[in-house]
C-alpha cells in the first residue's frame, strides 16, 4: 500500500517531536497513558475517515455508516498500535508508523463493506480469463492444454477446501479478510491452505513434465 499520498491527506502531520511526546505517553502509566491513548484514537479515526470516503466503492454509503466504519477501524487499530509499541523501530514518525495500522483497518472494512450483498460462488470455469487472446494458434492450444490439465489436477488432486480457497482467492478474486469472515476462519489458515494448493499444483505440473520455468517467464 502507497501510504504517502494518504498519510500527507489525512491532515498535516504532527511534528516529529509531537509523535515522540505521544509515544512516550503512551508508553507511561496512569492519566497520562489514557489521554495519549485518546488523543491516539483521534488521530487514527482521522486516518480512518479519510481511508473510508477516498474509496469510491462507497460514494453510495450514507456518511453515518462511513463514520461508524471509520470508529470500528480506529478502535481495532488503536488497540493494535498500543499492543505493539515495543515493535516501533523508529524508521519514521511514530504518527506515520501509527497511521498504518488505520489505514489497514479502515481498508479491511471497506473491502467487507462492498462483499457485504455477493454470493461466493465458486465457479471452476473462472480459469477461463486466464486465456491469453493476444497468443498464435499454437501458443493457445498449448495454454488450453494446460489450463485444462489444470483444473483436472485441481479436481483431483487438492481437497475440497484447498479447491474453494484457490478458486476463490485467485480466480474470482474474494479479498482474503471477506473469505476468512464467511468462512469463520482466520487469514493465516487461508493463506496456508492456499500455499499447500499451490505447492500441490506445481508439483503435479512438474510430474506431468510441464516446464514451470519457462511458463513463468
Known amino acids: 500500500m502507497d501510504?504517502?499520498?494518504?498519510?500527507?491527506?489525512?491532515?498535516?502531520?504532527?511534528?516529529?517531536?509531537?509523535?515522540?511526546?505521544?509515544?512516550?505517553?503512551?508508553?507511561?502509566?496512569?492519566?497520562?497513558?489514557?489521554?495519549?491513548?485518546?488523543?491516539?484514537?483521534?488521530?487514527?479515526?482521522?486516518?480512518?475517515?479519510?481511508?473510508?470516503?477516498?474509496?469510491?466503492?462507497?460514494?453510495?454509503?450514507?456518511?453515518?455508516?462511513?463514520?461508524?466504519?471509520?470508529?470500528?477501524?480506529?478502535?481495532?487499530?488503536?488497540?493494535?498500535?498500543?499492543?505493539?509499541?515495543?515493535?516501533?523501530?523508529?524508521?519514521?514518525?511514530?504518527?506515520?508508523?501509527?497511521?498504518?495500522?488505520?489505514?489497514?483497518?479502515?481498508?479491511?472494512?471497506?473491502?467487507r463493506r462492498t462483499w457485504q450483498h455477493r454470493e461466493t460462488v465458486i465457479d471452476p470455469d473462472g480459469w477461463d480469463s486466464f486465456a491469453d487472446a493476444a497468443l498464435g494458434p499454437a501458443g493457445r492450444a498449448d495454454q488450453a492444454e494446460l489450463l485444462e490439465t489444470t483444473r483436472t489436477l485441481i479436481d483431483t488432486c487438492l481437497s475440497a477446501r484447498q479447491r474453494d480457497v484457490l478458486l476463490s482467492l485467485v480466480i474470482h478474486g474474494i479479498p482474503i479478510d471477506v473469505l476468512a469472515e464467511r468462512l469463520g476462519t482466520s487469514r493465516g489458515a487461508l493463506y496456508k491452505s492456499l500455499h499447500d494448493a499451490r505447492r500441490t499444483l506445481r508439483r503435479e505440473l512438474v510430474l506431468a513434465h510441464y516446464d514451470l520455468a519457462s511458463l513463468a517467464a
Not at 501510504?3 to 517531536?17: D, E, Q
Not at 466503492?57 to 466504519?69: C, K, Q, Y
Request: charged fraction near 30%; aromatic fraction near 6%; hydrophobic fraction near 50%.
Open 3 to 111: 501510504l504517502g499520498p494518504a498519510v500527507t491527506a489525512v491532515a498535516r502531520a504532527p511534528s516529529r517531536h509531537a509523535g515522540d511526546d505521544l509515544l512516550v505517553r503512551l508508553r507511561a502509566g496512569g492519566p497520562r497513558r489514557e489521554q495519549a491513548a485518546s488523543d491516539l484514537h483521534a488521530l487514527l479515526l482521522r486516518a480512518a475517515r479519510f481511508e473510508i470516503r477516498r474509496r469510491a466503492a462507497l460514494a453510495h454509503v450514507r456518511s453515518d455508516e462511513i463514520e461508524d466504519l471509520a470508529t470500528q477501524a480506529a478502535d481495532d487499530a488503536c488497540v493494535a498500535v498500543i499492543g505493539k509499541l515495543d515493535q516501533f523501530r523508529a524508521d519514521s514518525r511514530f504518527t506515520t508508523w501509527a497511521y498504518k495500522f488505520a489505514l489497514n483497518e479502515a481498508a479491511v472494512r471497506v473491502r
